[in-house]
């Protein structure tokens, strides 16, 4: 009984934690630009997530390791350093927007600048970061994150052509800007597989103590989990593609355009629900991402580390998320637009997901870590094709949409 | 041929397209930009100036249409802006929207759009461009500031006008589609 309630609580926390900042631009411009016919990168960018989420898991109940003390110790210091520095800029551009996405929703509510609510935001994350535990921020954020599914509420009562979102989940060419069609594609690719998602699942794992009971557990959560949250950013996207286009709005380059987004369907409450969804969403992602970069470091280094833990008995993790914090709320408080952080930092992160996805699938070929868990071919040839092929369009595709053809 | 990116960091983009664009066209000012070191190899060898005159011509050519194609890039962001500021009044208008939602996000529609407008260049080819990035802007702020004052009747009324005013110029600028 008390696992089916982990279980349950697991794949609750899964849902809403899926959705934040990335999802929410990244669906919506998708949705703007293409209507339903990059369902497909929703779909593909899932499946690569439940298999690494699932692999996380797997690991760190294996071999009670995390993910960063596995690479550290499997590929030596010079290596991991790299892809602490690599994973690290990541994370602090992510966590960039996810702040400047709470900023947002206290602007559209309050109808005061973003740029005032950056050091509060800041502020409130980091005080529950070192007040709080990690079950507090896990489940309660993580909770609370389920105001998102209004959207999929949203799509029903905008009753859409149920064929053509269908075709939209078989990958197709664009009738027009194959680069900018590419670019959105590998930013959709970028916010759902945001290496934080598994730096943080698997230091979870150990948090929470998982024991070789809970591998059929890991699977279902991985799954069912990651599956339900992919059902929301489709919904995003679902209800920009009948928002947008009917309105001559073709192209969403300001979080201004998005925030009426649920209004046709839902009225009044459809606003405050949006901002609620956009607030709490990318508070819990903000929580998530700092957490996932204070235990890459501790794990990297062989400090102490718990998020349960005082912070005076694991001074140097306190010390990592409160730097990551004070240098990430920058851009936000000088006035940086955060849907333009954010979609730049979706397509870095897909260009960035080899150097922490491949040594990762090395761990999980290997004897000495997992034993007789290891990977499987298809887990293997999923995950390498998925990341392969979102680091080549991002490759192309980035330089091309920054600089121009 | 230099096409601007669609990545929405407008600033850039719009920096890139200005430092990188090719010389305006020559009639605009109404005299010839012929230097007078080709001035004199026409007199000199008429063949070889039509040739080099040949050339030129490629190159305006070749310059309009990457003009014409930054202007239709131009114009499709300016509509853009324009439809999303309809689309936030619109809603203030039915009162789904915030006023101080509304405030903030219709100045920005319109700060874009004047980003847009200033950055074309001054020359009678993009006059059109010009005066209907105003009129989008102008048409804006009247009808905010009649939804602002609870004057409904008046902002519906502009808002209409928007709407026709924007329409009648995606298609003249090619940008309906």
Known sequence: ?405 | MFVVGRVPIAGVKFRLARDFCVPSFAGDEGRSQLPPALRMLAKRHPLLSKTVLSALLIVSLVSCSSEDERLHEQMKEVFLWSASAEMILDMRLNALVPEGFTDLAVQRCEKQIADISSQLPHTSRYGPARAAAVKLNGLIAAAHNEIDHDRLEQGRWHLVELHHYEREQRKVFGADG
């Open chain 1, 1 to 405: 009984m008390k696992k089916l309630f982990q279980i349950s609580l697991g794949i609750v926390t899964s849902v809403g934690g899926f959705i934040e900042t990335g999802q929410i631009a990244t669906s919506s411009q998708a949705g703007a630009a293409y209507g339903f016919s990059l369902l497909w990168a929703i779909v593909i960018g899932t499946v690569c997530l439940v298999f690494l989420i699932e692999m996380s898991g797997r690991f760190a109940i294996a071999s009670r390791h995390t993910v960063a003390d596995g690479i550290r110790e499997r590929f030596g210091s010079n290596y991991f350093l790299l892809t602490l520095l690599i994973i690290s800029i990541v994370n602090l551009l992510v966590l960039a927007s996810e702040l400047g996405g709470v900023a947002l929703a206290l602007q559209f509510v309050s109808g005061v600048g973003f740029q005032w609510w950056a050091l509060p935001v800041a502020f409130t994350a980091w005080l529950l970061l070192w007040k709080g535990t990690f079950g507090m921020i896990e489940d309660g954020v993580a909770i609370l994150g389920l105001v998102a599914l209004c959207f999929v509420v949203a799509v029903f009562v905008m009753d859409p052509p149920w064929l053509d979102v269908a075709k939209g989940l078989i990958p197709t060419l664009p009738h027009k800007e194959p680069l900018h069609y590419g670019f959105i594609a590998v930013s959709i690719l970028g916010a759902v597989i945001a290496p934080f998602l598994f730096l943080f699942y698997s230091s979870g794992a150990i948090e929470e103590k998982w024991d070789k009971s809970f591998f059929g557990a890991n699977r279902l959560i991985a799954t069912i989990g990651m599956s339900f949250g992919a059902v929301i950013a489709a919904a995003i996207l679902i209800v920009a593609a009948l928002v947008y286009p009917p309105r001559g709005i073709t192209d969403i380059e300001g979080y201004d355009q998005i925030a009426p987004i649920l209004t046709p369907a839902l009225g009044k409450w459809g606003f405050y629900l949006f901002a609620g969804s956009l607030g709490i969403t990318c508070f819990g992602a903000a929580l998530e991402a700092s957490l996932g970069q204070a235990y890459l470091v501790a794990q990297g280094f062989g400090w102490n580390w718990s998020e349960d833990a005082k912070p005076r008995t694991d001074p140097g993790f306190a010390l990592v998320y409160t730097g990551l914090l004070a240098i990430a709320v920058l851009p936000v408080a000088v006035g940086v637009d955060p849907l333009q952080l954010t979609i730049f930092s979706m397509a870095i992160t897909a260009l960035a997901l080899p150097f922490g996805v491949v040594p990762f699938l090395f761990l999980m070929n290997d004897r000495n870590f997992v034993g007789d868990h290891r990977n499987g071919w298809i887990s293997n040839t999923a995950v390498l094709a998925i990341i392969g092929l979102s680091f080549i369009v991002a490759l192309i595709t980035l330089p091309l949409q920054i600089f121009g053809e």
